[in-house]
């Protein structure tokens, strides 16, 4: 697994203590005077954003299973301490949200007791279709005819452009609702965050493991930009929503095209081999 992959991975283990973290500076009265998080000056928000890059910069020393674990743990560890913390400082209904975040935290520590390595890694998918996409090149290696693809191909074919897309969101959901702030690009803004960090960033990250949920959930995303931008009437998110409902077109493209290459040589009475660099026979 490469370092990019592991970053991803170790992204979407520390988002459970990432919150956990929020929540805390949300509900903490430190300091005294400052309001709530969401009135609280930008550069905080960066802050959360900067701690969770770096604990997921971390992470990537570990490999899946131990980084699950340990991530699970300090979410738990977070989400106990928190309601301790509340508890001792006598505030309203601790007893109750001591009883909530402990379950909270018994339920990350059961999952990190649990965790096997078949639910880490998964390739399954991720072969079958790096299989079917090189059944093309791979029965002309079988012809020993030298293949290279032209360089638009390969940029189309880099596996990071959904990040790249979520980054882009990300941002300019954060340009229009804390720059521009101003008529509805301030609503537009806030919510088009919302929709990047909880459904776009979930489908870029799982399109490996569950390629059937992350397409559902950029139909969500391009469902949810699409109604923002009939309400705002801004010509950026119904890009946005262009871009999240392209998503699920371009890997059933995909996907189809790989499934007529390969149809294709066996019809030729090829059999192509899925490991590339070696040779297949017919």
Same mark, same amino acid.
């Given at each position: 697994?490469?370092?990019?992959?592991?970053?991803?991975?170790?992204?979407?283990?520390?988002?459970? &203590?990432?919150?956990?973290?929020?929540?805390?500076?949300?509900?903490?009265?430190?300091?005294?005077?400052?309001?709530?998080? $969401?009135?609280?000056?930008?550069?905080?928000?960066?802050?959360?954003?900067?701690?969770?890059?770096?604990?997921?910069?971390?992470?990537?020393?570990?490999?899946?299973? @131990?980084?699950?674990? +340990?991530?699970?743990?300090?979410?738990?560890?977070?989400?106990?301490?928190?309601?301790?913390?509340?508890?001792?400082?006598?505030?309203?209904?601790?007893?109750?949200?001591?009883?909530?975040?402990?379950?909270?935290?018994?339920?990350?520590?059961?999952?990190?007791?649990?965790?096997?390595?078949?639910?880490?890694?998964? @390739?399954?998918?991720?072969?079958?279709?790096?299989?079917?996409?090189?059944?093309?090149?791979?029965?002309?290696?079988?012809?020993?005819? @030298?293949?290279?693809? @032209?360089?638009?191909?390969?940029?189309?074919?880099?596996?990071?452009?959904?990040?790249? &897309?979520?980054?882009?969101?990300?941002? /300019?959901?954060?340009?229009?609702?804390?720059?521009?702030?101003?008529?509805?690009?301030?609503?537009?803004?806030?919510?088009?965050?919302?929709?990047?960090?909880? =459904?776009?960033?979930?489908?870029?990250?799982?399109?490996?493991?569950?390629?059937?949920? $992350?397409?559902?959930?950029?139909? =969500?995303?391009?469902?949810?930009?699409?109604?923002?931008?009939?309400?705002?009437?801004?010509?950026? &998110?119904? +890009?946005? $929503?262009?871009?999240?409902?392209?998503?699920?077109?371009?890997?059933?493209?995909?996907? &189809?095209?790989?499934?007529?290459? =390969?149809?294709?040589?066996?019809?030729?009475?090829?059999?192509?081999?899925?490991?590339?660099?070696? /040779?297949?026979?017919?």
């Amino acid at each position: 697994m490469n370092r990019p992959t592991r970053f991803y991975l170790a992204l979407h283990a520390t988002l459970a &203590v990432a919150l956990a973290g929020a929540m805390a500076l949300h509900l903490a009265p430190i300091p005294p005077h400052w309001p709530a998080l $969401a009135q609280r000056p930008t550069w905080t928000v960066w802050v959360l954003i900067g701690l969770w890059l770096a604990l997921s910069a971390a992470g990537v020393a570990l490999r899946p299973l @131990p980084l699950w674990r +340990v991530a699970l743990g300090a979410a738990g560890a977070a989400l106990l301490a928190l309601g301790l913390s509340g508890l001792a400082l006598g505030t309203a209904l601790a007893g109750s949200l001591l009883a909530g975040l402990g379950a909270c935290a018994l339920a990350c520590a059961a999952l990190a007791a649990v965790m096997a390595p078949a639910r880490i890694h998964a @390739p399954r998918a991720a072969t079958r279709a790096a299989g079917a996409a090189g059944a093309f090149v791979n029965a002309a290696q079988a012809d020993s005819t @030298p293949i290279r693809a @032209p360089w638009w191909q390969r940029m189309a074919a880099w596996p990071h452009w959904p990040f790249v &897309v979520v980054a882009a969101l990300a941002l /300019e959901s954060f340009r229009l609702g804390h720059i521009v702030a101003a008529g509805a690009a301030r609503p537009s803004g806030m919510a088009g965050l919302l929709v990047a960090f909880f =459904l776009a960033l979930p489908a870029a990250t799982l399109r490996h493991w569950w390629p059937r949920w $992350a397409a559902a959930l950029w139909l =969500l995303a391009g469902a949810a930009y699409v109604g923002l931008a009939h309400k705002s009437g801004l010509p950026q &998110v119904a +890009v946005a $929503a262009a871009l999240c409902l392209w998503q699920p077109m371009w890997a059933m493209g995909k996907t &189809v095209a790989a499934r007529t290459s =390969l149809g294709t040589a066996r019809h030729r009475g090829q059999t192509p081999n899925p490991r590339p660099g070696t /040779e297949s026979t017919a």
